[in-house]
């Protein structure tokens, strides 16, 4: 177990709709970062999160945005979903935001669009 | 350039053998270079991690040798296991503003008895 705690597990939703997938940090951890995988892409950094503040973006469609809370947790909202947004969605999170830093990962929200 | 080059796609090695995964990349600002480990259903985990300070790096059966002119790192895993087979993806980050990692795209390891 890493520490990180992403709800839910699964979602299956249609086109056209929002979802909200939410990401607990280890305790301490200050850093979030968020990944989409599919199986043609790999891992692809979304964004990154540092205490409250956005920190580092990547490629994530204007259609999908985050936040940090007061409390650390993280929301990934995606919207106006796509087929093609069907991928497993994993939340890391890291104690500082400084390089070689361990990134511990969530067990991560698999999304079917139908 | 800030891609990560994996290969092989997917690797199959007999129980006892070595696999040996590589990654190029091209960012010279990169000097985290990580490991991670994931089964199915599973998030990533780190496995090992090198900084481009040294040359190779041991954990166990888990080597990583780096070689910096070439913009290369390798994992080796030696006397592979059934229990090893796993995707493996190397990683790199760069000090800077954020330590964001850019994964290679992964590498299926299958490891028969």
């Known amino acids: 177990d890493s520490g990180v705690t992403q709800t839910p597990k699964h979602l299956i939703t249609a086109t056209g709709q929002r979802v909200t997938l939410r990401c607990s940090p280890r305790?301490?951890?200050?850093?979030v970062y968020w990944y989409q995988q599919s199986l043609d892409q790999g891992l692809q950094f979304l964004i990154q999160y540092y205490n409250g503040e956005e920190r580092a973006k990547g490629n994530i469609l204007e259609r999908f945005s985050a936040q940090q809370f007061p409390d650390l947790h993280s929301e990934l909202n995606l919207s106006s979903l796509e087929l093609g947004d069907s991928a497993l969605y994993f939340c890391?999170?890291?104690?500082?935001?400084?390089?070689?830093?361990?990134?511990?990962f969530g067990q991560g929200t698999r999304l079917t669009v139908v | 350039q800030q891609q990560v080059k994996q290969s092989p796609q997917s690797l199959i090695v007999q129980k006892g053998g070595i696999s040996i995964i590589n990654c190029a990349y091209e960012n010279t600002a990169f000097d985290y270079f990580p490991w991670y480990q994931q089964f199915p259903g599973k998030g990533p985990a780190l496995l090992i991690a090198i900084r481009p300070d040294v040359s190779e790096k041991k954990e166990g059966r888990f080597t990583i040798s780096f070689n910096k002119s070439a913009k290369q790192f390798s994992l080796h895993i030696m006397d592979s296991q059934p229990g090893d087979s796993a995707t493996y993806f190397c990683a790199a980050s760069s000090g800077g503003d954020t330590d964001k990692l850019i994964f290679g795209t992964g590498t299926r390891l299958q490891v028969f008895p």
């Open positions: 890391a999170s890291s104690v500082e935001d400084r390089g070689g830093t361990e990134a511990f």
């Open positions: 305790s301490g951890d200050l850093s």
